[in-house]
Every structure is written in C-alpha cells, then in structure tokens.
C-alpha cells in the first residue's frame, strides 16, 4: 500500500516580481513510493483561506492514509469540517482530490482521464471569455473582442460585465448596445455569449435576454444574483435563450438544486467544488437530467489542466471549454502546460495530471504558507 507521508500547502507567485495579490494557492502530496501529487485550490484572494483549512484541518489527518481511498478519506473531510462553510472549505479539498487523482494516474502510469473512463477527443475547442465590459465603451468592447478573436481563434466568445455586484439594472440600454455592437462585428453566425455577473433583476434580466435572443446570442449567464436559486429558475424557464448558473455552486447539492429550479446549462467550477471527484459527480448528475455541463474556469493551472481531463470524458460536451483573459495564472512554472493553439486546448496525455513543474522557475515563484 502507497501511504501519504506530508502535504505542503503554499501560494505562487505568477511572475518572481509580482506582489502577493497575485498568487496562486497550491498543494503538493508526497507518499512514501517517491510520488508527488500537485494539487490547486481557487485562485479567488490568493487561495488563502483554503490553504489554512488544508493546513489546519484537514492534512493531519491524511498522513498515513491510502492515497487510492481518496474519495472516501475526501468525504469524511468534507462531513467533519462541515461547519467551515462551503466555499473556501470546498477550495480546499478540491486541492486535495486534484493532488490526488495525480498520484493515482502516476501509479498506474496513466493520464487522469484513462482512469474516468476514457476520453471522447484529444483536444477541446476553446472559448474567449472576456470580461470587465461594464466599465468599456461601446467602441472599447468591439476593438478588445475583435483582438481576442484574431489572436486565439476561440470557437465563440462571452462578453461578461463584472460589474459592481452591489447594484443591479445600472445600465440595460448601455449592455445591449454593447451586445448589438459585438453581434455586429462579429457577423451573424458566431457563437455567442453574455454573462451578467449576477447584474440584472428578475425583469432587467427578461428584458436583456429578449434582446439577446433577438441578437441570436447562444447562451445568457448568470442573469441574476446567484443566492436567488428560484429566481434563477424563473428567468431560464421564462426565456427561450439558454440560461447557465453554477460558477458560484460549491456542492453537488447545490448544482441539483439549480437544475432543479429549471436552469438547463450548469457551470460548477473544479477548483471551487469538489476537484476531479466532485466534477464528475456533476457530469453524471447532468447526463441524468439532460442538462449541459461547460465548467466555469477562472484559468488557473493544474487546475485547467484537471478540468481538461475531465472535458475529455464528456459524451456530450456542447460548449467550448473556457479561456479567461490571458493571465499569469497559467506561469511559465510548469511544463506541459496545455496552452491555446489555434482555437484548442490539447488534452494531457501523460501520466497524472499531466503537468510537470520547471524546479527553477518554480522555486523561484514559491511562497511559503506559515
Ligand atoms: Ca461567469
């Protein structure tokens, strides 16, 4: 029996000179047979509070144990640090199970998704996830749009707001202008995407999604706060556009409860709920129901990565696999990094995970957790 012998959590750096707003949150599992796992938490404030949890609460326990009864020793966590809350808790053990799943695909010298059953492609279609347009002009959204279309050839493009989350309906007339401006430079035939941010009301978000829908848009995000399951609900079974929730989902509960409210594309996020087990618990969960699966990606590292095999083991993957701004997130402290070209993300084929770390570059970027 493999036994797991420490667990190091700790932040990197994107770059050797950034500050510590830019940071990454990380775990390493080694066992006693020489094999390291390499995990990652949500990136969202540094990974800090996930990394405290894992430190705290959550390795001690681990130490000696079977890496290969991971889902097992994972649920119990779960149940025993219930009172945490979900969230940065859930961050944390999705670190653990990504880090894990890598030892088991090393042990058995295969990449993660031979281990969930096989991949349906070798590479996914990528799609531009765009964001901060609330605070562009007209003109500003089309000429960034426009860029990220020539550069990375996406297979379609969502606009998203991030706007302040503690206003809604500022600016309707403003949004679908924009929406209208991006239709229109892009032509009539590009998949297209519009995320709210949570930003409308029940009614702003039924007035956006008619113009969309005029405007031949695909899919409309998050039309409203996340916390209003039912609204929600109400706002994809009212509309004919496809309306998509879940980045904000941190349990397999949670997503059931969406899809029971009547939203028809979820997008729990791997590094947020549950990593590679948790994932897949949805993909089962929404082959069940008829319900598409795109998983939200904040583009992180090993976390894409782990998100990559999973997208493989998808029968019916209807979406592009996302692509968020082109960031640091992804640092050059890996090899093997599943990088965009021409339009796809290739799937990692080798054993675990797949990604290997560059020992200086990642020496140089790690910082210690105390
Ligand atoms: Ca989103």
Redesign the pocket.
Known sequence: MTKITSIDVFQMAWAPEDPPTKRSAFVEIHTDDGITGLGEASPMHGGLASLCIMQQHMAPSLIGQDPLDHAVLLERLAHVCVKLGDGAMTGALAALDIALWDIKGKLFGQPVHKLLGGAWRARVPLYASIGHNAFRTVDEVVSVVEGRVEREKPAAVKI?WDGDRTVLDHDINGDIAKAKAVRRALGDDFPLGF?A?NGYSVGGAIRVGRALEELGYVWF??PVQHYHVKAMGEVAQRLDITVSAG?QSYTLQAVADLISAGVRMVQPDIVKMGGITGLMQCVALCHAHGVELVP?QTQPSIGHAANLHVLASIMHLTKPAEYAEPSGRMMPAFRQMPTPVDGFFDIPSTPGIGVEIEPAAFAERRRPFA
């Open positions: 998203r995320d941010n995000e998050e980045e939200h």
